[in-house]
């Protein structure tokens, strides 16, 4: 061991045993202060040459190392606390004045757990926690009593470095009387923002979990996750912008098993499901081109010493609108090798890349399907051409997959001008009341979500547009994606319309405040938006337009629900799309041949209340359609289309049996 080294060696330690001494200054903070300051704006420390070297290389190195980090400690100190819930404890950091405290997912547990949040200097509050993210391990706590707390500035760990150096704090064994937080002083060893990991040599010990991990400017960089192994170097922190990407759904207490380092087999990613619309089983080979390993990138590897991944390139025609399902998935012999963790198998694991027609890349992804399968879902906003670039996670990885493409059965439409909201999301007025309480039994707030397009299919940022309701109007700018989000109100729902200026075109879509499809939140099943019946298509053929009213005769089959008849000639050798589609009520369709027998009758087979019947003949002749109501004394106005093709079907298709 050089001279260097046993020096370094030796500030590690002390600073790891004797971090109560170093700092014990900052635990003669009141409790009063505890609650009524808060932290001054972020400042940049200047530091020292030594930061910058692998190793100090002799003893005034190390004094300029203890001196900054006594700066940082003295910094942060005050926002790092100790996390009381039921029986267990760990540490924290509060990350906003209001009191919102990041932590381990493992420490906080499930949402809405009474918490005791200690500050160091002994001070006790009341806590509840919030969110878990179980898959990455990431949790939130909250502080119930109203104050303004010290709190710390959040980093970016998409912009760390292994090698930087960093500091640990915690509470190492528990919270301890007279002992504030323990500071231990390392580098980090490994990154991996994609699975969510930073692996450093900072040593954490039962009690550290959940606590904060610092850069030398004193910004949250990390949370500590996962406790030293049989090697001292084996400690693992949840990288802080994963906490960023989910901070809604922590705050708000949502639980849920996301991607990540705790990641397993289960899917964290839902498809939208719907038709199959590509499929090949296909292979990477040492034959294949070579792009930087996606490992390494996310590791920002220096470029001696990265692998390359080998890469196949896939080009898919995408509508505007559709919501597509792309999944690179591999053999499940591989999968019980990837998911027993045999680090020495250079099994194939599949990353996939999603990039627009102009290059540009959209998203990517490594274990949404469940490890190591990789998905992506993705609403294309226009026609287009786009990339799919099927490559492996890790350099130098070869092996057989296979690659498939689902079309969702929902579709956003897309609209100009003055726009029916509810004509374009397809809900019968006098059903809107109906879905927003479905939705409010789920607790899932319903909301119109609006993309803002200009002519060219590209999104309009900032751009402003007017809400109107039958009482009300409210004027409403698009966010930095060019969205527009508004709630479904039941005060606020009557003749509800869009007024989009000229020159522009916005993407239309019920769904949740997190801006989620319908068709997303169901999978693709139960999603009332969805057609069952899939239409023959062709030309139209007849149109019949009509009113139902209170004079009109009762239906023979439906008690008490006025109908109307109209008869069309068909033939054989033909197929026809029969499609009831009304606004006032929830429609149904019922086809009879000319002495008035049953052929077929449907409710909800063109998506929510129209309906839908798919009919080849065997011979000419003239059938009845009857369009009435699914529901007693509903009335109003409805619109029959017929489509004509010249292909056969076997039988009659609707949405509902008979």
Known sequence: ???????????????????????????????????????????????????????????????????????????????????KVGQGQGSGVIIS????ILTAGHVSGTPNKDATVVFPNGKSLK??????????????????????????????????????????????????????????????????????????????VGGDSGGPLFDMQGRVIGIHSRIGG??????????????RQHFAR?????????????????????????????????????????????????????????KQSHYKTYTFRMKAGSTYTIDMKVASAKKKKKNNNNNNDNSLDPFLRLESPTGKMLAEDDDSAGQPDARIVYKAIKDGDYRIIATSFDGEQTGKFTLSILEADFKDAIVAGQVDLYRAIKVPAPHVAQLLEKFSEAKVALHINALLLDNNGDPLVNK?????????????????????????????????????PEGMRAMIALTDKEGRSLGGLFGGKDDPSVEKVKSAGGKIVQTF?????????????????????????????????????????DAWLRLEDADGNKIAEDDDGAGFANSRIVYSPSAAGTVRLIATTCEQGELGGYRLVIREISAKTTEPKTGSNP
């Open 545 to 585: 337009d009509g009113t139902l009213k209170k004079t009109d005769p009762f239906d023979f089959e439906r008690e008490k629900c006025v109908r109307h008849i109209h008869e069309f000639k068909v033939q054989p050798g033909k197929t026809y799309t029969f499609d009831l589609m009304s606004e006032d009520f």
């Open 464 to 500: 402003e547009v007017v809400i109107n309701w039958e009482k009300g109007a409210q004027k409403l700018k698009s966010d930095n994606q060019g969205v527009v989000r508004w709630p479904l109100l039941a005060d606020k729902s009557r003749k509800l319309n869009l007024q989009l």
């Open 97 to 100: 004045e209001k009191g919102l």
């Open 230 to 243: 049989s090697a001292m170097t084996e400690n693992i922190h949840v990288p802080i912008d994963t906490y």
């Open 250 to 306: 922590l705050e708000k207490g949502d639980a849920w098993r996301g991607a990540g380092a705790f990641g397993g087999p289960e899917e964290t990613v839902r498809s939208a499901g719907g038709k199959n619309v590509f499929k090949k089983d296909d292979s990477l080979s040492n034959d294949d081109p070579t792009m930087l390993a996606p490992h390494d990138k996310a590791q920002k590897t220096p470029e001696s010493e990265a």
């Open 1 to 83: 061991m050089t001279a260097g080294t046993r020096l370094w060696a030796r500030l590690a330690l002390s600073l790891f045993c004797f971090g109560g001494i170093v700092l014990g200054f900052v635990a003669g903070q009141t409790a009063d202060d505890t609650k009524k300051k808060s932290t001054p704006a972020p400042m940049e420390f200047v530091l020292p040459d030594v930061f910058k070297k692998p190793t100090p290389a002799d003893v005034e190195e190390l004094r300029a190392i203890e001196k900054h980090v006594q700066k940082v400690v003295e910094k942060v100190m005050p926002a790092v606390v100790n996390l």
């Open 127 to 204: 806590g509840k926690t919030l969110g878990q993210n179980t898959g990455i391990d990431s949790g939130m706590v909250k502080i119930v009593v109203e104050g303004k707390y010290p709190f710390l500035e959040m980093g970016k760990s998409s912009e760390l470095k292994v090698g930087q150096w960093v500091v640990a704090i915690g509470h190492p064994g528990g919270f301890r009387p007279n002992r504030p937080p323990v500071v231990r002083l390392g580098r980090i060893l490994y990154l991996d923002n994609i699975k969510g990991i930073i692996q450093t040599d900072c040593a954490l």
